[in-house]
Protein backbone atom coordinates (compact mmCIF):
# COMPACT_ATOMS: atom_id res chain seq x y z
CA UNK A 1 0.00 0.00 0.00
CA UNK A 2 3.01 2.55 0.82
CA UNK A 3 4.27 1.48 -2.87
CA UNK A 4 1.21 2.49 -4.23
CA UNK A 5 0.88 5.70 -2.22
CA UNK A 6 4.09 6.47 -3.54
CA UNK A 7 3.54 5.78 -7.19
CA UNK A 8 0.35 7.44 -7.92
CA UNK A 9 0.89 10.92 -6.97
CA UNK A 10 4.39 10.72 -9.40
CA UNK A 11 2.50 9.44 -12.13
CA UNK A 12 -0.29 11.52 -11.90
CA UNK A 13 2.41 14.73 -11.65
CA UNK A 14 4.28 12.88 -14.80
CA UNK A 15 0.90 12.52 -16.74
CA UNK A 16 -0.33 16.17 -16.00
CA UNK A 17 2.94 17.61 -17.37
CA UNK A 18 2.58 15.90 -20.27
CA UNK A 19 -0.61 16.74 -20.87
CA UNK A 20 0.47 20.39 -20.18
CA UNK A 21 3.02 20.31 -23.22
CA UNK A 22 0.86 18.30 -25.87
CA UNK A 23 -1.54 21.08 -25.11
CA UNK A 24 1.37 23.73 -25.65
CA UNK A 25 2.28 22.01 -28.39
CA UNK A 26 -1.56 22.39 -30.14
CA UNK A 27 -1.59 26.16 -28.75
CA UNK A 28 1.44 27.15 -30.38
CA UNK A 29 0.78 25.34 -33.66
CA UNK A 30 -2.78 27.05 -33.59
CA UNK A 31 -1.27 30.76 -33.36
CA UNK A 32 1.10 29.23 -35.83
CA UNK A 33 -1.49 28.81 -37.98
CA UNK A 34 -3.28 32.21 -37.50
CA UNK A 35 -0.37 34.07 -38.23
CA UNK A 36 0.08 34.83 -34.27
CA UNK A 37 2.98 36.92 -32.83
CA UNK A 38 5.75 35.59 -30.33
CA UNK A 39 3.51 37.46 -27.82
CA UNK A 40 0.10 35.80 -29.00
CA UNK A 41 1.49 32.23 -30.09
CA UNK A 42 2.53 32.12 -25.78
CA UNK A 43 -0.29 33.69 -24.36
CA UNK A 44 -2.41 30.97 -26.85
CA UNK A 45 0.29 28.02 -25.93
CA UNK A 46 -0.53 29.02 -22.03
CA UNK A 47 -4.24 29.25 -22.20
CA UNK A 48 -4.46 25.86 -23.88
CA UNK A 49 -2.08 24.26 -21.14
CA UNK A 50 -2.95 25.93 -17.71
CA UNK A 51 -6.91 26.67 -18.98
CA UNK A 52 -8.23 23.43 -17.73
CA UNK A 53 -6.15 22.31 -15.00
CA UNK A 54 -6.95 25.98 -13.58
CA UNK A 55 -10.75 25.67 -13.64
CA UNK A 56 -10.48 22.48 -12.13
CA UNK A 57 -8.36 22.98 -9.15
CA UNK A 58 -10.71 26.72 -9.09
CA UNK A 59 -13.62 24.36 -8.88
CA UNK A 60 -11.97 22.07 -6.28
CA UNK A 61 -10.60 25.24 -4.11
CA UNK A 62 -6.98 23.67 -4.98
CA UNK A 63 -4.38 26.33 -3.41
CA UNK A 64 -2.38 26.94 -5.05
CA UNK A 65 -2.48 26.35 -9.24
CA UNK A 66 -0.77 23.17 -10.47
CA UNK A 67 1.21 25.17 -12.47
CA UNK A 68 1.79 28.00 -9.52
CA UNK A 69 2.79 25.01 -7.24
CA UNK A 70 4.95 23.47 -10.51
CA UNK A 71 7.05 26.73 -11.94
CA UNK A 72 8.99 24.28 -14.00
CA UNK A 73 5.57 24.12 -16.09
CA UNK A 74 5.55 27.46 -16.92
CA UNK A 75 9.44 27.86 -17.83
CA UNK A 76 8.76 24.68 -19.48
CA UNK A 77 5.96 26.26 -21.68
CA UNK A 78 7.77 29.21 -22.44
CA UNK A 79 10.56 27.56 -23.95
CA UNK A 80 8.56 25.56 -26.13
CA UNK A 81 6.92 28.36 -27.67
CA UNK A 82 10.24 29.82 -28.26
CA UNK A 83 11.46 26.94 -29.73
CA UNK A 84 8.91 26.23 -32.09
CA UNK A 85 8.78 30.16 -33.01
CA UNK A 86 12.71 29.59 -33.75
CA UNK A 87 12.69 26.27 -35.52
CA UNK A 88 8.98 25.59 -36.95
CA UNK A 89 9.51 27.04 -40.52
CA UNK A 90 6.69 26.75 -43.27
CA UNK A 91 9.04 24.92 -45.56
CA UNK A 92 9.47 22.21 -42.70
CA UNK A 93 5.76 21.67 -40.95
CA UNK A 94 2.61 23.25 -42.52
CA UNK A 95 0.54 24.17 -39.04
CA UNK A 96 -2.42 22.98 -40.60
CA UNK A 97 -5.87 22.10 -38.50
CA UNK A 98 -5.12 18.68 -38.75
CA UNK A 99 -1.15 19.22 -37.65
CA UNK A 100 -2.62 20.11 -34.25
CA UNK A 101 -5.12 17.15 -34.20
CA UNK A 102 -2.30 14.32 -32.46
CA UNK A 103 -1.14 16.63 -29.34
CA UNK A 104 -4.94 17.38 -28.69
CA UNK A 105 -5.72 13.99 -28.88
CA UNK A 106 -3.27 13.15 -26.15
CA UNK A 107 -3.34 16.12 -24.14
CA UNK A 108 -7.80 15.54 -23.84
CA UNK A 109 -6.83 11.86 -22.81
CA UNK A 110 -3.91 12.76 -20.01
CA UNK A 111 -5.70 15.79 -18.34
CA UNK A 112 -9.00 13.81 -18.27
CA UNK A 113 -6.90 11.12 -16.42
CA UNK A 114 -5.65 13.31 -14.27
CA UNK A 115 -8.93 15.49 -13.36
CA UNK A 116 -11.14 12.54 -12.49
CA UNK A 117 -8.36 10.94 -10.82
CA UNK A 118 -7.34 14.24 -8.57
CA UNK A 119 -11.11 14.51 -7.69
CA UNK A 120 -11.98 11.22 -6.83
CA UNK A 121 -9.22 11.39 -4.64
CA UNK A 122 -10.50 14.41 -3.12
CA UNK A 123 -13.73 12.14 -2.55
CA UNK A 124 -15.67 13.96 -4.77
CA UNK A 125 -19.18 12.01 -5.79
CA UNK A 126 -18.56 9.82 -9.03
CA UNK A 127 -20.32 12.73 -11.59
CA UNK A 128 -18.39 15.43 -10.20
CA UNK A 129 -15.27 13.61 -10.44
CA UNK A 130 -15.79 12.51 -14.33
CA UNK A 131 -17.24 16.17 -15.04
CA UNK A 132 -13.75 17.22 -13.68
CA UNK A 133 -11.52 15.17 -16.06
CA UNK A 134 -13.89 16.69 -18.81
CA UNK A 135 -13.17 20.17 -17.59
CA UNK A 136 -9.69 19.15 -17.14
CA UNK A 137 -9.34 17.99 -20.48
CA UNK A 138 -11.63 19.96 -22.56
CA UNK A 139 -11.69 23.88 -21.35
CA UNK A 140 -7.87 24.32 -22.11
CA UNK A 141 -8.78 23.65 -26.04
CA UNK A 142 -11.79 25.72 -25.54
CA UNK A 143 -9.84 28.73 -24.15
CA UNK A 144 -7.43 28.58 -27.09
CA UNK A 145 -9.91 28.64 -30.20
CA UNK A 146 -12.07 31.58 -29.01
CA UNK A 147 -8.50 33.41 -28.66
CA UNK A 148 -7.90 32.37 -31.65
CA UNK A 149 -11.27 33.57 -32.76
CA UNK A 150 -12.56 30.02 -33.60
CA UNK A 151 -15.98 28.42 -32.45
CA UNK A 152 -14.43 25.58 -30.12
CA UNK A 153 -13.28 22.54 -32.48
CA UNK A 154 -15.09 21.05 -28.85
CA UNK A 155 -18.39 22.18 -29.70
CA UNK A 156 -18.92 22.52 -33.16
CA UNK A 157 -17.71 20.06 -35.62
CA UNK A 158 -19.55 16.89 -34.58
CA UNK A 159 -16.59 14.67 -33.76
CA UNK A 160 -16.93 13.04 -30.24
CA UNK A 161 -14.18 15.18 -27.90
CA UNK A 162 -15.94 16.10 -24.95
CA UNK A 163 -18.04 12.62 -25.09
CA UNK A 164 -14.73 10.79 -24.78
CA UNK A 165 -13.71 12.48 -22.49
CA UNK A 166 -16.94 11.66 -20.16
CA UNK A 167 -16.57 7.75 -21.46
CA UNK A 168 -12.74 7.98 -19.86
CA UNK A 169 -13.86 8.95 -16.75
CA UNK A 170 -16.57 6.67 -15.94
CA UNK A 171 -14.00 3.77 -17.02
CA UNK A 172 -11.58 4.90 -14.37
CA UNK A 173 -14.69 4.44 -11.85
CA UNK A 174 -15.30 1.61 -12.94
CA UNK A 175 -12.14 0.25 -12.78
CA UNK A 176 -11.46 1.78 -9.75
CA UNK A 177 -14.77 -0.24 -7.98
CA UNK A 178 -13.52 -3.38 -9.81
CA UNK A 179 -10.25 -2.96 -7.32
CA UNK A 180 -7.72 -2.13 -10.05
CA UNK A 181 -5.13 0.06 -8.30
CA UNK A 182 -5.47 3.73 -9.10
CA UNK A 183 -1.93 3.71 -11.51
CA UNK A 184 -3.13 0.82 -14.02
CA UNK A 185 -6.64 2.59 -14.30
CA UNK A 186 -5.46 6.28 -14.46
CA UNK A 187 -2.83 4.82 -17.43
CA UNK A 188 -6.07 3.19 -18.87
CA UNK A 189 -8.57 6.29 -18.95
CA UNK A 190 -5.90 8.42 -20.35
CA UNK A 191 -4.90 5.56 -23.28
CA UNK A 192 -8.16 4.82 -23.96
CA UNK A 193 -9.65 8.47 -24.04
CA UNK A 194 -7.27 9.41 -26.30
CA UNK A 195 -7.53 6.36 -28.76
CA UNK A 196 -11.23 6.94 -28.86
CA UNK A 197 -10.83 10.56 -29.88
CA UNK A 198 -8.46 9.45 -32.15
CA UNK A 199 -10.25 6.30 -33.50
CA UNK A 200 -13.49 9.14 -33.74
CA UNK A 201 -11.09 11.42 -36.15
CA UNK A 202 -10.00 8.26 -38.08
CA UNK A 203 -13.53 7.12 -38.44
CA UNK A 204 -15.37 10.44 -38.97
CA UNK A 205 -17.72 9.43 -36.84
CA UNK A 206 -20.07 12.16 -35.89
CA UNK A 207 -22.41 13.68 -33.44
CA UNK A 208 -25.91 14.09 -33.97
CA UNK A 209 -26.12 17.81 -35.38
CA UNK A 210 -28.93 19.88 -34.74
CA UNK A 211 -32.38 19.88 -37.14
CA UNK A 212 -34.86 22.06 -36.96
CA UNK A 213 -38.07 20.71 -37.18
Request: proline share 5%; glycine share 12%.
Amino acid sequence: MNTVSFWEPWLRHVLELAATLAFALSGVLEGARKKLDPVGVCVVAFLAAFGGGTLRDLLLDQRPFFWVRHVGYVWGILGLSLAALLLLKRRHFEPTERAIQLPDAIGLGLFTGVGVDMANDLGMPGLISVMMGVITGVFGGVLRDIVCNEIPKAFHDHRPYAVCAFAGGWLYLGLVQAQVPESPALMLCAFCTAGFRGLALWRDWQLPGWRRL
